[in-house]
């Protein structure tokens, strides 16, 4: 069964830090891309960060770029978001997706709650 | 960025009767339009992608179509199961996938 799985989420003060891990099986993680997207309380969903297959090409959202760092080791099976310069807009269910089909994102992790807070 | 519009925001349809999504997208998106089901506390699952073609498992009352740059997502007869929130994706720009706002399915 292929599955993912999410942890690291949290309550942390606004310009804090968070370290998000996504463990995957079920499959061969170097041969996917794979992605984060995350869901503010009774939002919808908003793609926050890609990265290939080798982790060799990475892409951020707009509203992310330069707090947020993706990677990933396959070796361990695991994908990551280093989150830094913590904001209350960033509280959120994060989830990370595995991309097929060229673009759709199947299965997706049951998400790690994060929230900003004071 | 592509804008994806869903419409309705919220649907009632009986149980047993037919359900009508739409999707608009801001721009063409060729066929590189998937669609989600998201019930809550769980994550979303994929349902159609490439605008028609039906994810592994997902039962065959669930049909996607497009034409330019209107898709629809169409569930034939609603079980109670289908009631949630559904979302279409957009990913013909990659990587700058985008969603639409969802449209939640109630029970009538």
């Given amino acids: 069964e292929v599955k993912l799985v999410e ?19 079920g499959f061969t993680l ?10 503010a309380p009774g939002k919808g969903l908003e793609w926050i960060s890609y990265i290939s297959s080798s982790g060799s090409t990475i892409y951020y959202a707009d509203s992310v770029k330069g707090r947020f ?10 994908l990551y ?11 959120a269910a994060y989830y990370c997706a595995r991309e097929v089909y060229n673009g759709g994102f199947d299965p997706w992790g049951l998400g790690t709650l994060v929230t900003v807070s004071s | 960025e592509i804008v994806m519009t869903q419409s ?6 009986s149980l047993g009767e ?16 998937a669609w ?8 979303p699952r994929l349902l159609i992608h490439g605008a028609s073609t039906r994810a592994p498992g997902i039962p065959d009352r669930f049909s996607g179509s497009w034409s330019g740059t209107e898709f629809t997502l169409t569930i034939s007869s609603l079980q ?26 109630e029970i009538k």
């Avoid at chain 1, 942890?7 to 099986?25: D, E, F, I, K, W």
């Avoid at chain 1, 170097?30 to 869901?39: A, D, G, I, L």
């Avoid at chain 1, 978001?81 to 807009?89: F, G, K, P, T």
């Fill in chain 1, 81 to 91: 978001l280093q989150m830094n310069s913590l904001r209350a807009e960033d509280t």
């Fill in chain 2, 18 to 33: 037919r359900a009508t999504l739409s999707c608009r997208a801001s721009q063409s998106v060729s066929y590189n339009l």
């Fill in chain 2, 80 to 105: 109670s199961e289908d009631f949630a929130v559904y979302y279409c994706q957009q990913y013909n720009t990659w990587p700058m996938y985008t969603f639409g706002q969802g449209t939640k399915l």
């Fill in chain 1, 7 to 25: 942890s690291g989420g949290g309550l942390v003060q606004p310009g804090g830090s968070l370290r998000l891990s996504c463990a995957t099986s």
């Fill in chain 2, 8 to 13: 309705p925001a919220t649907l009632s349809v």
């Fill in chain 2, 36 to 43: 989600y089901q998201q019930k809550p506390g769980q994550a």
């Fill in chain 1, 69 to 78: 760092t993706i990677s990933r080791d396959n070796a361990k099976n695991s």
């Fill in chain 1, 30 to 39: 170097s041969s996917y891309e794979m992605r984060w997207v995350r869901q």
